[in-house]
């Protein structure tokens, strides 16, 4: 009678471990991306912005190098500040698998309140988003619009 019960046990944990495997694989490969909320939206505020401007960073375009950290920059006047919110407060939530970036740019942005930080990030598979407060958005029109302003540095 024993040898039953603990037999009845080995088998009845087999049966759960397995369906604890099923569901962790479930979960790698569909659950998280198919759970993924892509119509949130990036919020900044353009009253409080004081300024917004490079910082470190390096990116291609064209198969040219910029590099953020010492031959190139940009500095965005008031105007250039609302087009800019206006590109991200517009980007959705995009989800991202491989969120290691092998290139990438640091926006600031100054407010009236905490300075906030942008990074328009491309991964090897050369998807371009970029990541504010740990939440990751569409950014080829950022990187569109961060290419036009663009300057070399004096």
Known sequence: MAFKRIKIAIITAIIIANLAF???IYNI?????????????????????????SGAGNWEWNKINYDFYKEFHFDLNKNEIIEFCKI??????????????EKWIEIEIEEKAPKTTIY??????NEVYFEINHKTFEGKELEKYIQKHAKKQL
């Open 29 to 53: 490969f569909y659950y998280k991306k198919a759970s993924f909320d892509t119509s949130e939206k990036a919020q900044i505020n353009t009253d409080k912005i004081i300024k917004i401007s």
């Open 22 to 24: 099923l569901l962790s």
């Open 88 to 101: 991200v407060n517009s980007s959705n939530a995009k989800y991202i698998e491989n969120i290691r970036a």
């Open 120 to 125: 328009l990030k491309q991964n090897i598979d």
